[in-house]
């Protein structure tokens, strides 16, 4: 099977800054999308940043400016920093991929898999 990992979350000030990652271990065979969601309190889950296995990257319009997702194939990691983080920015962030892993011994299959979420919290 295969697992994400997340870390990095905690309790920042305003204007402050914060990187969280998420490493993906398991059967992997290749790795399409990585990217980071949030819900805060009382709201639905968004999408907040993406990145292909192309490099390609995708912000909402919220964070663009302040947060910059990136990605290390050799490790299965991706990370999210952030800057100048706002009181808004308080939200749950979990990692997301959509990835093939190995199904031996006949072939692969594609998943989705989320990590278990980590806790930001922009506060003075």
């Known amino acids: 099977q295969v697992q994400l990992v997340e870390s990095g979350g905690g309790l920042v000030q305003p204007g402050g800054s914060l990187r969280l990652s998420c490493a993906a271990s398991?059967?992997?065979?290749?790795?399409?999308?990585m990217s980071w969601y949030r819900q805060a309190p009382g709201k639905q889950r968004e999408l907040v940043a993406a990145?292909?296995?192309?490099?390609?990257?995708s912000y909402a319009d919220s964070v663009k400016g302040r947060f910059t997702i990136s990605r290390d194939n050799a490790k299965n990691t991706v990370y999210l920093q952030m800057s100048t983080l706002k009181p808004e920015d308080t939200a749950v962030y979990y990692c997301?991929?959509?990835?093939?892993?190995?199904?031996?011994?006949?072939?692969?299959?594609?998943?989705?898999?989320w990590g278990q979420g980590t806790l930001v919290t922009v506060s003075s």
């Open positions: 997301n991929s959509v990835l093939v892993a190995r199904d031996p011994p006949s072939g692969f299959r594609a998943l989705e898999v």
């Open positions: 398991g059967s992997i065979f290749s790795i399409n999308t």
């Open positions: 990145v292909s296995s192309g490099g390609t990257t």
